[in-house]
């Protein structure tokens, strides 16, 4: 059941095209005021899943809460803003013009939507181009507009669908800065993204969809910590009388170091006793973290390519 | 289930309602519609089109004397309640009242004035009776009928005095020496020349013909024949757009995800669209009115009453090419099936046209031909075969053929674009349809507004329905 902390939630949602099953019981609950990142290879659903949730599709079975409320009703749709992948802009507009268009379909007042239009376009770097026309946009301006339009009426929840893609590394880093901002202020923001560096950065939970099923849910260091490892290197060599209860040892190239798996429930403060046990001083200790990429690889190959 | 998780964060500052969203579609498709080059193409045709029209002459032909002429002639019946497109000539026939008038001499007032619809006669009127049939008249009779005919009021009386002697009287001849002035039709079935380019190009024929149906003709050709039809094809060429664009991926998602319910997006975008087109038309429309007022004087609003006519015909159009824009999401297929109903509605009107027609030759066989006075005046060519045309004998009338019965079939069910033509054509023609042509067009007896307006709702409603109900279920 969704609960007030939840402002999205999913239980054994399925969506079928005939015989094919885009999603298979997905169960999901994305917290208020967080930043939750989906990744998926091309058909795994990932799209399915957030036109169901802006009740664009009607799943096939299960159930799905938006605001806790209903997906599909008007009201549901009233606070959400949205960034679709490959959006198309109508290009006779200008980017004032398609926010006033826009910021009426929500039933923003001419005035609050003017004011509104105005301050996204100058935090969006597009301020100075008021009267060019859509079609002669880059498409990274392109981009920032259809942001500004999915954040135009202060919605309380946001999905983007590869918010940054055609944005300059610039740009890219406007757009963060204006999402973490945004989540500052209690906004529930859902990315879908190929872009796992930035997901890693911005996230606070991420979901892995693999044939439309939750391969894994977590926060970012939940999903990477499984493959946290350490590399050491020490003062004098080892040999076959140091013996290790806390970790597992294994030569890491041929400069001396070794890279370090603790053993299940140990903490690197139990190892550096032992080695200090063992007359042993430690020249170089470095924590070795798993990628978002690595498992995302991963899962990919254990997965194979979707449908 | 708990309430709404709704966030810290400001609350949406406005609330979304049906107005405020038929107000943004509507600024939106304004904005598609000034984007349409061909919409400025349009434009410029059409003021090319009015510029053409407003270097013509209408020029009345002098005629004053034959129309004295008319109204003496007429002065031998008495015309009241006969209706010459019905009546037969036994009954006008027997309205005579025994007695024949014509006219002895007439001058314009004052003597050097154009002989024109505006000129004053100083006229001398003859009357002789029939013995034992007719009577003597007096002058307030003559005043009083002097001038009527079926097809209006040419003269009226401003001075009547009987010059008659009592030895002329008392052998049936009475005389009046009268001023007449133009009566209220008389500018309307004066004949005109029309030319254009100045006096380059001659349009009309030498004898000329009645104002009213030269104002008549060219309203008609401006707002809905050449005018109406160019504006109405580039509207649907402009308009079958709209929705194809509005539903293409990637355009569709950023309008589904508002709050409103799909069938308003589809409902408003016809609507704008409509509205669109009507101050297109509306703009045609007076300008046509603007230019034969200019060039005749003729300010008639009848023209004006034919926009909602012409609206509705485009709204029928535009409902078909809405729901086909919706089921294969393409501008061009919308188009294409769009201009095709059109296109067929035309022939199946046309068709039907001349079903209609042969039935009235065989229903109206033997009746004499009904006739107006005012065309009465001007010469007829001889119909070659010596016979009038219409009744000649027809192999099989043609409202007879199996081909008559399935165009009957068809158009039953289609949207009688006939109706609406009439319609247009009765707006146009309502000030000026004093003369006995334009008058039968008027009484056209398989005309029924009702019928026109109600099937046209009705097919532009089921259309606009069944694509709701399409877009409604489909998934982007």
Same mark, same amino acid.
């Given at each position: ?307 | ?45 059409i003021?090319?089109l009015f510029g053409v029209a407003l270097s013509a002459r209408v020029e ?65 009127? $003859? #009357? ?5 049939? /007719? %009577? @003597?008249? *007096?002058?307030? &009779? +003559?005043? $009083? #009928? ?5 097809? /209006? %009021? @040419?003269? *009226?009386?401003? &001075? +009547? ?15 009046? &020496? ?9 500018r309307i079935?004066?004949?005109h020349?029309f030319?254009l ?6 349009l ?5 013909a009645p104002l009213g149906l030269e104002v008549f003709i060219l309203q008609k050709l401006l707002s809905n024949g050449i005018g109406g ?55 045609l429309i007076f300008a046509t009115w603007l230019v034969t007022g200019l060039l005749t004087g003729l300010w008639s609003p009848g023209i004006l009453l034919a ?117 247009v054509?009765?707006q146009l023609m309502r000030d000026f ?44």
């Amino acid at each position: 059941m969704p609960t007030m902390h939840h402002v999205v939630s999913t239980r054994e949602l399925e969506k079928h095209y005939g015989p094919l099953r885009a999603l298979g019981g997905v169960s999901l609950d994305v917290e208020r005021a967080s930043v939750f990142g989906l990744l998926g290879q091309n058909g795994a659903g990932k799209t399915t899943l957030i036109k169901i949730l802006l009740g664009m599709l009607a799943p096939t079975s299960g159930s799905a809460h938006l605001l806790g409320l209903p997906v599909g009703s008007v009201e549901a749709r009233r606070d959400v803003g949205y960034l679709p992948e490959d959006h198309r802009l109508p290009e006779y507009h200008t980017g004032p013009s398609l926010l006033d268009v826009y910021g009426g379909l929500q039933g923003l007042p001419r005035q609050e939507r003017q004011r509104r239009a105005a301050e996204l376009l100058d935090r969006l770097g597009l301020a100075g181009r008021e009267k060019l026309r859509i079609r002669g946009y880059s498409k990274g301006m392109k981009q920032r507009l259809g942001l500004a339009q999915a954040l135009l009426h202060r919605p309380s929840v946001l999905f983007l669908d590869e918010p940054t893609d055609g944005v300059d590394p610039v740009g890219r880093k406007q757009i963060r800065d204006l999402l973490l901002a945004e989540r500052a202020r209690g906004v529930t923001i859902f990315i879908n993204s190929h872009l796992l560096g930035e997901v890693e950065q911005l996230c606070d939970r991420v979901a892995i969809l693999r044939k439309g099923q939750l391969a894994i849910v977590g926060t970012v260091a939940e999903v990477v910590g499984a493959k946290t490892t350490w590399l050491v290197a020490f003062d004098r060599p080892l040999t076959a009388d140091h013996r290790w209860s806390s970790a597992q040892l294994a030569p890491a190239g041929s400069s001396g170091l070794w890279r370090l798996q603790l053993a299940a429930a140990t903490g690197i403060d139990r190892f550096l006793e032992e080695a200090r046990g063992h007359g042993l001083h430690l020249r170089h200790l470095e924590q070795e973290r798993g990628t978002l990429e690595e498992i995302y690889l991963q899962l990919a190959d254990a997965g194979g390519p979707s449908s | 289930m708990t309430q709404p998780a709704r966030s810290p964060a400001d609350e949406p500052a406005g609330r979304p309602s049906p107005l405020r969203s038929c107000a943004a579609i509507l600024q939106d498709t304004w904005l598609a519609f000034l984007d349409a080059r061909i919409l400025w193409l349009l434009v410029a045709a059409i003021a090319v089109l009015f510029g053409v029209a407003l270097s013509a002459r209408v020029e009345p032909l002098p005629s004053g004397r034959p129309y004295l002429d008319l109204a003496a002639r007429a002065l031998s019946a008495d015309m009241a309640g006969i209706d010459l497109t019905r009546d037969s000539l036994a009954e006008v026939a027997g309205r005579l009242d025994g007695s024949l008038s014509w006219i002895v001499a007439a001058e314009p007032l004052p003597a050097d004035a154009a002989d024109g619809p505006a000129t004053a006669w100083s006229v001398t009127l $003859a #009357r002789n009776v029939v013995p034992v049939v /007719g %009577r @003597l008249a *007096t002058s307030d &009779e +003559i005043a $009083a #009928r002097f001038g009527q005919i079926p097809d /209006g %009021r @040419l003269w *009226t009386i401003r &001075e +009547i005095r009987e010059t008659t002697s009592r030895m002329a009287a008392a052998t049936g001849s009475q005389t009046w &020496e009268l001023t007449v002035d133009p009566g209220p039709d008389l500018r309307i079935l004066w004949p005109h020349r029309f030319s254009l380019f100045g006096d380059s190009l001659e349009l009309s024929r030498p004898e000329g013909a009645p104002l009213g149906l030269e104002v008549f003709i060219l309203q008609k050709l401006l707002s809905n024949g050449i005018g109406g039809t160019i504006l109405l094809l580039v509207s649907v060429v402009v308009t079958a757009a709209f929705v194809p664009t509005m539903i293409r991926k990637g355009t569709l998602e950023l309008l589904l995800v508002r709050p409103l319910p799909r069938w308003q997006l589809i409902v408003f975008t016809y609507a704008a669209a409509l509205l669109f087109v009507a101050g297109l038309l509306g703009l045609l429309i007076f300008a046509t009115w603007l230019v034969t007022g200019l060039l005749t004087g003729l300010w008639s609003p009848g023209i004006l009453l034919a926009l909602p006519t012409l609206l509705l015909f485009f709204a029928m159009l535009l409902s078909v090419s809405v729901f086909t824009g919706i089921v294969t999401r393409s501008a061009v297929a919308a188009m294409l099936v769009t201009i095709t109903t059109w296109g067929v509605l035309f022939v199946v009107g046309l068709m039907h046209m001349q079903v209609v027609a042969s039935r009235m030759r065989e229903e109206n066989a033997g009746k004499p031909r009904p006739v107006s006075v005012a065309d009465a005046l001007r010469p007829r060519a001889a119909s070659p075969s010596g016979r009038p045309r219409g009744s000649a004998a027809e192999r099989t009338p043609f409202h007879t053929t199996t081909v008559a019965r399935i165009v009957e079939a068809i158009y039953a069910v289609l949207p009688h674009t006939e109706d609406l033509d009439t319609m247009v054509d009765r707006q146009l023609m309502r000030d000026f349809a004093v003369g006995g042509r334009l008058r039968q067009l008027m009484e056209s007896p398989d005309f029924q507004w009702a019928r026109g307006v109600g099937l046209a709702v009705a097919h532009a409603a089921a259309f606009l329905v069944a694509a709701c109900a399409v877009f409604t279920r489909r998934d982007p």
